[in-house]
């Protein structure tokens, strides 16, 4: 079953026929909100808000392991996760989607891992290719049946937040080979590979990263939130394909 995790701008899917609202107990405590079951172009997906239903849990606070966890023991097996990025790459341009190929993990002081529970061990996972090939290529095939266009690939680099990052940060991550900056894909990306669900990524370019275009002097989150009200639309657009597809 295929879940979607929805960050800031998809707090809800206008397209879902909302079944049930599960709330599910974890060993790792609360998911960011109850499992919202129910049907997009007739088959039955999961939405969860990353950041809550409210849109109140900062992205260094959200609970990535009882989130994934939850998916997992509901049954999912595909996690797109929904997420707005500042872009760097001179493409990623406000309004633009990718779907990243790699990630750089600037994050620090999450709960990043499964394994730390006496029963588990120690484990090392392999996480060369951190996103699910099979799933990336569903969501693109999506975007072109939607007739969106994404961009194939690109480095997401994952930084701690909630402030947005300075200029000299950003001229840094793009000499790491970063094309686009978010908060919330680490640990996200890694938790679903030790759990053994697919997992993907549809960034929604919402702002020149900072220092750039027009980022050049300050992020304005009036602009942002313009951008990603018209480019969730989008995004939906790509969700109903995906779901209406059953992974061909
Ligand atoms: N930086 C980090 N995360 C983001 C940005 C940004 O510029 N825009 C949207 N999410």
């Known amino acids: 079953m295929l879940a979607i995790i929805g960050g800031s701008g998809l707090t809800h899917l206008a397209n879902l026929t909302v079944s049930q609202r599960l709330a599910v107990r974890t060993p790792y ?3 960011s909100g109850p499992l919202t079951i129910g049907a997009v172009a007739g088959r039955e997906i999961v939405f969860l808000a990353r950041h809550g239903y409210g849109h109140t849990i900062p992205p260094h606070q959200v609970n990535y392991r009882a989130n994934i966890w939850a998916l997992h023991a509901q049954g999912v097996t595909d996690i797109v996760s929904i997420a707005s990025v500042g872009g760097i790459r001179a493409d990623l341009l406000p309004g633009v989607i990718a779907v990243p190929d790699q990630i750089i993990d600037y994050t620090h ?7 730390t529970l006496e029963d588990r061990g120690v484990q090392h996972v392999d996480f060369t ?16 049946r939607a007739g969106v266009p994404v961009i194939d690939g690109g480095v997401y680099a994952a930084t701690q937040g909630p402030r947005l990052e300075t200029a000299a940060e950003i001229n840094r991550l793009e000499r790491d080979g970063a094309a686009m900056v978010g908060m919330t894909g680490m640990p996200e990306a890694i938790l679903a590979r030790e ?12 702002n020149h990263a900072a220092g750039r275009g027009g980022s050049a002097a300050s992020i304005s989150m009036l602009d942002v939130a313009a951008i990603l009200d018209g480019g969730m639309g989008k995004v939906r657009m790509i969700i109903e394909q995906m779901a209406g597809s059953d992974g061909d």
């Open 195 to 206: 759990i053994g669900v697919n997992y993907a990524a549809v960034s929604l370019v919402a």
């Open 109 to 115: 002081g999450r709960a990043s891992t499964f394994f």
């Open 129 to 144: 290719w951190p996103y699910s090939g099979g799933l990336r290529e569903r969501c693109l095939r999506a975007a072109r």
């Open 29 to 31: 405590g609360e998911p």
